[in-house]
T-cell receptor
Framework: NAGVTQTPKFRILKIGQSMTLQCTQD?????MYWYRQDPGMGLKLIYY???????DKGEVPNGYNVSRSTTEDFPLRLELAAPSQTSVYFC????????????FGPGTRLTVL | GESVGLHLPTLSVQEGDNSIINCAYS??????FIWYKQESGKGPQFIID?????DKRQGQRVTVLLNKTVKHLSLQIAATQPGDSAVYFC????????????FGTGTRLTIIP
């Protein structure tokens, strides 16, 4: 199993541009999450999904959108990028909400200039 | 508001010694506490968890201690190795089945050869 994969690994955006961060998992996990990690900080939950067709906001959802059309994929959309969105973005998955173990992807480092 | 925090941002330990990483929490309603390890350039990786009705839990070379009286959590790593160098995060979950984790800011552990 590849686990959780994310693309791209790095990206530089100009202010106002848009992009989609891709996340795919091959573990047949129902739950998927998007976090952002600012330098020297912990992870903040942006959005999460408990199954295909179901998404919900986390702690810091403003400026982002998600969709979950399949169990495997959970893309994160940035509209009108701002410098405050410069961060490292991690996608994660878990079998259920009863599992404390979330499996993380390698991250996408995004810089907005 | 409720938060998960850490006492020390950095910790340097001689190879072969034991490491103790501390974490303070303020949400007395948290049901689970979890430790994650994040190596440079990678996503976090689950280490061990402990339920709030336990005081101690042991894994392979790691022990987590929970003191609910003072709302303190610690991760002990025995006989530290160079591969233990990483940032360690504690996280909490407010109830079993709740899919969301709240992460602390992390402690960087450096192993001195």
């Amino acid at each position: 199993n590849a686990g959780v994969t994310q693309t791209p690994k790095f990206r530089i955006l100009k202010i106002g541009q848009s992009m989609t961060l891709q996340c795919t998992q091959d573990m047949n996990h129902n739950y998927m999450y998007w976090y952002r990690q600012d330098p020297g900080m912990g992870l903040k939950l942006i959005y999460y999904s408990v199954g295909a067709g179901i998404t919900d906001k986390g702690e810091v959802p403003n400026g982002y959108n998600v969709s979950r059309s399949t169990t495997e994929d959970f893309p994160l959309r940035l509209e009108l990028a701002a410098p405050s969105q410069t961060s490292v973005y991690f996608c994660a998955s878990s079998y259920s909400g009863y599992s404390n173990e979330q499996f993380f992807g390698p991250g996408t480092r995004l810089t907005v200039l | 508001g409720e938060s998960v925090g850490l006492h020390l941002p950095t910790l340097s330990v001689q190879e072969g010694d034991n490491s103790i990483i501390n974490c303070a929490y303020s949400n007395s309603a948290s049901d689970y506490f979890i430790w994650y390890k994040q190596e440079s350039g990678k996503g976090p990786q689950f280490i061990i968890d402990i339920r709030s009705n336990m005081d101690k839990r042991q894994g392979q070379r790691v022990t987590v201690l929970l003191n609910k009286t003072v709302k303190h959590l610690s991760l002990q790593i025995a006989a530290t190795q160079p591969g233990d160098s990483a940032v360690y995060f504690c996280a909490e979950k407010t109830d079993f089945g709740n899919e969301k984790l709240t992460f602390g800011t992390g402690t960087r552990l450096t192993i001195i050869p």
